[in-house]
């Protein structure tokens, strides 16, 4: 599975483009610049069939709607973050970011753990609160896409409205738990591995003793 990396928004966000067959791709979060991401797209010659969300913090979906409504894509996050899609508040995009607000206006939504294929690829969806209630990564093969989880050396914040500490540590387990080593694709920072972080992530580490 080929990956591409663009970094959009106003925070930089890692937006990751996941090759599924030869032309096609699916996108993981989306923070804005969505010309950007067409532009790439074209250039490349790749058809973006899906949009899978990891939360939904406005940095990680401010350019899904101009993309989806361009590419017919579509567009899949945890039913406990879906309300951020069309609330500037719950986003917290009031409070952070000076762009127009735009929402997300057609979606579906995951419920616990479930798969989403796309053409050779098939992402199991592991739900990961903490960071938010409807946090997510993505898994497939020995990828692991983690948003604001987990990041190389540390981990998302815990602190903004829906975040819970204790969520955050159970769904730390759940990744250090699965089986074998994984490539990790985070919302922002690195690539990193999970052999990396088990060795020196603190709060990994933390979890280990």
């Given at each position: 599975m080929r990956i591409h990396t663009l970094n959009l928004g106003p925070l930089g966000t890692n937006c990751y483009l996941a090759e599924t067959a030869p032309g096609r791709c699916v996108a993981f979060d989306i923070g804005g610049e969505g010309s950007v991401l067409l532009d790439?797209?074209?250039k490349n010659a790749l058809r973006l069939t899906k949009i899978l969300l990891t939360h939904g913090h406005f940095d990680h979906?401010?350019?899904v709607e101009e993309v989806r409504r361009a590419t017919d894509a579509e567009v899949y996050i945890h039913e406990f973050d879906a309300p951020m899609?069309?609330?500037?508040?719950?986003?917290?995009?009031?409070?952070?970011?000076?762009?127009?607000?735009?929402?997300?206006?057609l979606y579906t939504?995951?419920?616990?753990?479930?798969?989403?294929?796309?053409?050779?690829?098939?992402?199991?969806?592991?739900?990961?609160?903490g960071h938010t209630k409807g946090s997510v990564c993505y898994i497939c093969d020995d990828v692991i896409f983690t948003?604001?989880?987990l990041f190389r050396e540390s981990?998302?914040?815990?602190?903004?409205?829906?975040?819970?500490?204790?969520?955050?540590?159970?769904?730390?387990?759940?990744?250090?738990?699965?089986?074998g080593d994984y490539r990790i694709y985070p919302g922002h920072t690195e690539k990193t591995t999970?052999?990396?972080?088990?060795?020196?992530?603190?709060?990994?580490r933390e979890l280990i003793k």
């Open positions: 790439y797209l074209k979906i401010g350019g899609l069309s609330s500037a508040d719950l986003s917290l995009h009031s409070r952070m970011c000076y762009d127009p607000f735009t929402p997300v206006t939504v995951v419920r616990g753990d479930c798969y989403i294929n796309d053409a050779e690829c098939s992402f199991r969806v592991l739900h990961t609160p948003g604001d989880t981990i998302g914040r815990t602190d903004f409205p829906g975040g819970n500490p204790y969520s955050m540590r159970e769904s730390l387990i759940q990744l250090i738990e699965l089986e999970m052999s990396h972080e088990i060795r020196y992530n603190p709060y990994i």
